[in-house]
Nanobody
Framework: QVQLVESGGGLVQAGGSLRLSCAASGGTFSTYAMGWFRQAPGKEREFVAGISWSGGYITQYADSVEGRFAISRDNAKRTVFLQMNSLKPEDTAVYYC????????????????WGQGTQVTVSS
């Protein structure tokens, strides 16, 4: 069983940056693919970014964040990060960290484990 705790959310102006962190406990972190999802008010939760558990850490991104966001992981610290640059008001959402037993988290994934979420608000 993996427990995930996100941090780093907050209020930022458009064009600014935030770095989200997700600390994992329990399980063998290095064997889980990790990902970030988000849910804006009145909308369904959507995939943001994913990183494989090994193999050179393959990454995938939603088209809406490609080139602005970067996902990374530090297995020694059991943490996954989401660096968010050039933020836009439409990035406002609750961001969720997820872990999956598969090789990769992508847009069609239904991850096994979820964090409680962290709020990101981007003002115009």
């Amino acid at each position: 069983q993996v427990q995930l705790v996100e941090s780093g959310g907050g209020l930022v102006q458009a064009g600014g940056s935030l770095r989200l962190s997700c600390a994992a406990s329990g399980g063998t972190f290095s064997t889980y693919a990790m990902g970030w999802f988000r849910q804006a008010p009145g909308k369904e939760r959507e995939f943001v970014a994913g990183i494989s558990w090994s193999g050179g850490y393959i990454t995938q991104y939603a088209d809406s964040v490609e080139g602005r966001f970067a996902i990374s992981r530090d297995n020694a610290k059991r943490t996954v990060f989401l660096q968010m640059n050039s933020l836009k008001p439409e990035d406002t959402a609750v961001y969720y960290c997820a872990a999956d037993n598969s090789a990769m988290v992508h847009s069609s994934s239904s991850p096994n484990y979820w964090g409680q979420g962290t709020q990101v608000t981007v003002s115009s």
